[in-house]
């Protein structure tokens, strides 16, 4: 795929996909100009993301994705700490802001429950804010695949919500659109860590955050490994 150009994408078949995919392409610009800068506010987002890339390169380095990486901010604060990252985002809309405001980095519209990568290729990935997105039952497909694509040994390092299991929405005005519709599941890190380690990815570092005054929830960060081959005897 060429960068700067957004190819043809086929509707997703579940409704909860084009639900998500509908409302970023329809919010794509002004969620860049809201969110687009936020790590700038955000010291403790930084020092995470830098810890991750030193684990990385640590081991030698290598691709590494962002998963759902909306309008490209995160991927391109970890190209800037060295690492050879790519994006992946649902949402055509999100892709074509990301790549304008980030010509040198390479991103795609695709899946995170069906990545159109090789097996054991990527040297760690990023998800931030994305898994919130999907529906609990997705969640084993979805980390399935992270394993599948990371090599052994390979770093993780997750973002998102923490709440009760249940389906909630963003209903209403959001960024300047009426009737928005976009589901949301916050979760529990204990239940995202077993998840992660039945798919062989195993959760090294915990973090909770309490919710700043522009946020009703608290935050969790997981850091995490894909385990790494055995040891020749």
Do not use: N
Not at 74 to 89: K, M, N, S, T, Y
Not at 97 to 108: K, L, Q, S
């Amino acid at each position: 795929m060429v960068a700067g150009t957004v190819a043809a994408v086929t509707e997703p078949d579940d409704p909860h996909a084009r639900q998500v995919r509908g409302t970023y392409d329809a919010v794509a610009t002004a969620y860049a100009e809201r969110f687009g800068d936020e790590l700038a506010a955000k010291p403790l987002d930084r020092g995470l993301l830098a810890a991750f890339a030193e684990l990385v390169l640590a081991d030698g380095g290598g691709p590494v994705v962002d998963l759902g990486c909306g309008p490209g901010h995160v991927g391109a604060h970890l190209r800037r700490l060295g690492l050879d990252v790519f994006g992946v985002d649902l949402s055509p809309g999100m892709v074509a802001v990301a790549r304008e405001r980030y010509p040198g980095v390479r991103f795609d519209v695709g899946s995170m429950l069906a990545l159109d990568l090789p097996d054991a290729g990527l040297a760690g990935a990023c998800a931030f804010y994305s898994i919130i997105h999907l529906p609990t039952g997705d969640l084993p497909a979805a980390f399935a695949e992270l394993g599948r694509v990371l090599r052994p040994g390979g770093q993780v390092i997750l973002a998102f919500q923490i709440g009760d299991e249940a389906e909630q929405h963003r209903r209403g005005e959001w960024l300047g659109q009426q009737d928005v519709e976009l589901p949301l599941w916050w979760r529990r890190p204990e239940h995202v860590a077993v998840l992660l380690a039945d798919a062989g990815i195993h959760v090294h570092a915990t973090l909770v955050r309490e919710p700043d005054e522009t946020e009703a929830v608290e935050r969790a960060y997981l850091l995490g490994r894909k385990a790494p081959e055995p040891a020749e005897a």
